[in-house]
Nanobody
Framework: VQLQASGGGLVQAGDSLRLSCAASSRTFHRTTVGWFRQAPGKGREFVAA?????YYADSVKGRFTISKNNAKTTVYLQMNSLKPEDTAVYYC???????????????????WGQGTLVTVSS
């Protein structure tokens, strides 16, 4: 499975941005897809996941929305009310068998996109 993330850029605090992740999987419609991010000098952290329902990190709940377009085998991350602390490289990921209790665990994901940089200025 190949994943191609795009949509990052430089925005100001309060702005919105939509990330896209195109997948090369014919089973995309029944796979779990997640977004993770890694800020400078920090470890990678969970942001959001889609596994029949949507799951979010507390830090982005109410501001970010993950959605899936199965026809286009693409997952989106709509990011609103961006804050400087959202600055990071954002990665999309998917896996073959991700159980519900592991959707927030990066080690459960088998395939990763190359990352797209989001920079939020204050």
């Amino acid at each position: 499975v190949q994943l191609q993330a795009s949509g990052g850029g430089l925005v100001q605090a309060g702005d919105s941005l939509r990330l896209s992740c195109a997948a090369s999987s014919r089973t995309f419609h029944r796979t779990t897809v997640g977004w993770f991010r890694q800020a400078p000098g920090k470890g990678r952290e969970f942001v959001a996941a889609h596994k029949n329902h949507e799951y979010y990190a507390d830090s982005v709940k109410g501001r970010f929305t993950i959605s899936k377009n199965n026809a286009k085998t693409t997952v989106y991350l709509q990011m609103n009310s961006l804050k400087p602390e959202d600055t990071a490289v954002y990665y999309c990921a998917t896996g073959d068998r991700i159980i519900l209790s592991a959707v927030r665990d990066e080690t459960a994901y088998d395939y990763w996109g190359q990352g797209t940089l989001v920079t939020v200025s204050s």
